[in-house]
């Protein structure tokens, strides 16, 4: 039973590393649903994005929204209409993966993007930085571009896991 979570608090640069937060029993079951669904790791991601929206919806002004973050939709979708140029870069494939897949991006969020390229092509870690470049253009944001050979062994099986294919 989870009856609290511990907080990292060292970059607050107050009081101890750690943190001790009480739930609900209600609080404890939506936690345990959000980290069952895969949207999240564990309970101490979940409790820092509500932390996080709690934050965000502080600090807009009285009566404002707070700016949503694009939606996995929408960014799927703008990029299955950029294929074409994707191609003609060299990609074969494109996935979305990351917070903006898990539902957990704020509206400063960069997106996660795992592209392949073709067998035996030429394709230079100049050509990385101009298919980022262009995508950060058309999306509108910050775009982190990994390959699939870039992906190191801690983060390749949740990445090809949570991976969504563009095209």
């Known amino acids: 039973m989870l009856k609290y979570a511990i907080i990292p608090t060292s970059t607050l640069g107050i009081g101890p590393t750690e943190m001790n937060v009480s739930l609900t029993p209600e609080l404890e079951k939506y936690v345990r649903r959000k980290v069952t669904s895969g949207l999240y790791n564990n309970?101490?991601?979940?409790?820092?994005?509500?932390?996080?929206?709690?934050?965000?919806?502080e600090a807009?002004?009285?009566g404002q929204r707070v700016p949503q973050p694009a939606s996995k939709h929408e960014i799927l979708a703008k990029l299955a209409a950029l294929e074409k140029p994707l191609r003609e870069r060299g990609?074969?494939?494109?996935a979305l993966f990351g917070s903006v897949v898990r539902g957990a991006a704020r509206a400063d969020s960069d997106v996660d993007l795992l592209i392949d390229v073709a067998r035996g092509a030429r394709f230079s870690l100049v050509d990385l930085v101009s298919v980022q470049?262009?995508?950060?253009?058309?999306?509108?944001?910050?775009v982190d571009v990994v390959t699939r050979q870039?992906?190191?062994?801690?983060?390749?099986?949740?990445?090809?896991?949570?991976?969504?294919?563009?095209?």
Do not use: H, M, W, Y
């Open 60 to 62: 807009a002004p009285n």
């Open 150 to 167: 870039g992906l190191g062994p801690a983060i390749r099986d949740r990445v090809l896991r949570e991976a969504e294919k563009a095209f």
């Open 91 to 94: 990609l074969t494939s494109l």
């Open 133 to 142: 470049d262009f995508l950060e253009e058309q999306l509108g944001r910050k």
């Open 43 to 57: 309970a101490s991601e979940v409790i820092r994005q509500a932390l996080r929206l709690l934050v965000e919806r």
